[in-house]
Each structure stands twice: as structure tokens, then as C-alpha cells.
């Protein structure tokens, strides 16, 4: 297995500055989609990724999710890190604005005020549209400011051009299952539940209430079996260490009984700027 922690590139990516909080810049892999970087760990190819999964604007990183509920990895730690996005081109003359699907969400307004006309072009990462505005004067970026500093032939337009400026996106680090471990303050879990009745989910949250547990997400994503099936993702402020989370989560599973829980194990936060 390598040693080297895998997280979305190229160099330069939101991604890659929250994976420096794990790992030094010689032991950081790149690929360009984040269901490869939870699959290589599954597999026991890489011993750690760094995966966006929430961003204070646009919402959760679906395809890391769903990536998460397809693959057995453990979570072993939180990064949370602003997100302050610069408009970066060769020059003030562009009719294409090329960044990270999320980004150009994050942006909307700011685009749609400064640059009406302009050609939005979703591509796999912010780094990758820094490269696509490098090779072609007709194409700006949405990306991180320093990019455009290690590049002679790049200047940032703007700065600060995020809708909001507590724009922050979550990431997750996670390790092969056999990391999983019951410490830390924080834990996530996936429940599908294969069925369906009233007070369902009711029932999921309650034993976290009556623990006084707070839930800190519930997310919905469909199971793809079927319309209207889910698999609900639910992080809490309790670790797995605690009697009050195995008690719940016992409850848990037993309304599971058709379906499954996948605990991802229990973590700490840390916010890196
Ligand atoms: O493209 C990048 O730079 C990434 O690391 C991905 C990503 C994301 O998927 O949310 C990470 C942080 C920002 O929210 C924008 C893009």
C-alpha cells in the first residue's frame, strides 16, 4: 500500500491545501475524481484520502457521498477550510470562466453580475481550470489566488468574488476500514433502511434525542434501487466510544434489519486556513 495520501488535482486545488493538514507536499497523490480517491483506499492502494463532501453554499459534494455509501473506509479526521476563490486569466479579455462545478455555483452572482456573457465551462477541478486558463488567453478561473501567483503568464482579476464570505467547505480523510476507530468527537454513519413507513424517520432520530446526542447532518441521497428509496447520512457530536452512541446505534441497526449501517468510525475537527 502506498503511504501517499491521494486528494483531487492537480497541484493547486482547495482539496490539496486541506490534504497539507495530514500530509507534507512530497507524500500528496493527485487524480481527478473523488469516487477513484474512496475507491484506491478501499482497495488498500492508498493509506489515506482527502475528499470534499459539504460546502457551506452549495450544499454536499454528492458523488463523495455516494462514494462513501458504495465503499467499506474508515473517517479518521475533519478538515474544515475557508473557501476565498479568485478570478484568475491571462487578461482582462476572456469569453470562457472555467473552474470546479461547485465553484462556479459558489460564484453564481458574482458571475452573473461582472460577466453576463461569459461561457461557464465545469471541468474537474479549480486547478484544472487554472491550467485550462494558462493554455488559452480566452479562458479565466475560479480557483485559489496562489495559483495565479506561480504563474508568470496568470494575474487574479478579482479576489473575494465567493457569494458569501464565510464560504467553507468540509473534507474528509479516510483510511482503509481497518483504521476505523472509536475516537474523537465527531462520527459519521450511512443507514439504508430498505423500507418504508410513516414515522420512519422519526424513528432513525430519536434515539440520538432521547441520548441527547446532537446531530450535527442528515442528509438523503436516493439508493438508486428504486424512487423514493433512501440512504440517509447522519454525523453526530458523540463519539463511538461513548455508551450513549453504542446504545443508539444499537437501536439503530435494529431498525435496519432489512438494510444496513455503515458506521465510518469516530473523529476529530480541525479547521486549517
Ligand atoms: O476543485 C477544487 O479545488 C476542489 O478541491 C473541489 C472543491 C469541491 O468539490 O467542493 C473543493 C472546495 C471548493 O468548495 C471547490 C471545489
Sequence with gaps: MSTQALTLGPAGTYSHRAARAVADD?????????????????????????????????????????????HDVAVVREVITPIRHALIA???????????????????????????EVELEAVASTARGVQRAHD????????????????????VLAEDIQD????????LVVAPETERTEAGSKTSFIVYPNVDYPGLL??????????????????????GERLGDYVFHIDIAAGLYEQRTKDALAVIEEIAADGWVRRLGSYDSETVV
Design 136 to 155: 488559452d488567453p480566452a479562458v479565466a478561473a475560479i480557483g485559489h489566488p496562489a495559483n495565479a501567483e506561480e504563474d508568470d503568464s496568470l494575474v
Design 90 to 116: 491571462q487578461g482582462e479579455e476572456f469569453s470562457t470562466v472555467a473552474s470546479h462545478a461547485q465553484a462556479l455555483a459558489q460564484c453564481r452572482s458574482y458571475l452573473e453580475e461582472q460577466y453576463p
Design 202 to 223: 422519526l424513528e432513525l432520530l430519536e434515539p440520538f434525542a432521547d441520548r441527547d446526542i446532537n446531530l450535527t447532518r442528515v442528509e438523503s441521497r436516493p439508493s
Design 26 to 70: 512530497e507524500e500528496i497523490t493527485f487524480t481527478e475524481s473523488v469516487t477513484t480517491i474512496i475507491e484506491s483506499v478501499a482497495d488498500g492502494e492508498y493509506g489515506r484520502g482527502v475528499v470534499p463532501v459539504e460546502n457551506s453554499i452549495e450544499g454536499s459534494v454528492t458523488e463523495s457521498l455516494d462514494a462513501l455509501a458504495d
Design 164 to 171: 458569501r464570505s464565510s464560504n467553507a467547505t468540509r473534507f
